[in-house]
């Protein structure tokens, strides 16, 4: 069975720190995507990375970065000199890959980002 | 491209009643799914339709249907209302190779 964990219920941080938000995944595949989605106050979940079970390397796009580790199971997310836009639930989530296709989204409970001014 | 639209944006109904939430997803995208999202039981999955046939399912009651046309927009139905389907019904489309799903900004529905 999938299942994703984010422990973090709630964060808050100062302008200008670093965060990070964590990610614990369980799934008996060995071929699934993993993903992060930011949710703004206006509701809409934004798609923020994909990365597939193969790709281990870690990506950072402008301030943010993952840190995909199979060994444990984690797939992290960490914000660098955070920004009040920053402010947000994040999600992660997974979806298996079958021979019949890929499974539907498992998210996380989501994490409450606060960045204070 | 336009992304995935939804409406209504809010809807308020009384227990009992039906209601029916429509989706547009992006364009050439042909996979649509739905999703439930309650301060409760967060983000679950509800339906997902490709090419008019529906592809999965989660786990909710038969009260909860959907279907999806020729163009690929989507409408989800929810009949007979109790108070516990108040959510934020979220819809995604999906296309090309990659796996990602894009939402739409939601229809959040009160049953009073």
């Known amino acids: 069975a999938q299942k994703v964990t984010q422990a973090q219920t709630e964060i808050s941080v100062v302008e200008k720190e670093d965060v990070t938000l964590d990610c614990v995944y369980e799934t008996r595949d060995t071929t699934y995507y993993l993903f992060w989605y930011k949710q703004p106050p206006s509701g809409e979940l934004v798609f923020l990375i994909r990365?597939?079970?193969?790709?281990?390397q870690n990506e950072i796009s402008g301030r943010y970065s993952w840190n995909f580790q199979k060994s444990t199971s984690s797939f992290n997310f960490t914000i660098t000199a955070s920004q009040v836009v920053d402010s947000a639930v994040y999600f992660c989530?997974?979806?298996?890959?079958?021979?019949?296709?890929?499974?539907?989204?498992?998210f996380g409970k989501g994490t409450r980002l606060s960045v204070i001014a | 491209k336009a992304g995935v639209t939804q409406t209504p944006r809010y809807l308020i109904k009384t227990r009992g009643q039906q209601v029916t939430l429509s989706c547009s997803p992006i364009?050439?995208?042909?996979?649509v799914s739905w999703y439930q999202q309650t301060p409760g039981q967060g983000l679950q999955f509800l339906f997902e339709?490709?090419?008019?046939?529906?592809?999965n399912k989660g786990n909710f009651p038969g009260r909860f249907s959907g279907r999806q046309f020729s163009n690929s927009r989507s409408e989800m139905n929810v009949s007979t209302l109790e108070l516990g389907d108040s959510a934020l019904y979220l819809c995604?489309?999906?296309?090309?190779?990659?796996?990602?799903?894009?939402f739409g900004p939601g229809t959040r529905l009160t049953v009073t």
């Open positions: 995604a489309s999906k296309g090309g190779t990659g796996n990602e799903q894009y």
């Open positions: 339709y490709f090419s008019e046939t529906q592809r």
């Open positions: 989530a997974l979806s298996e890959t079958l021979t019949t296709g890929n499974t539907p989204l498992v």
């Open positions: 364009s050439g995208h042909r996979s």
């Open positions: 990365r597939n079970s193969f790709d281990e």
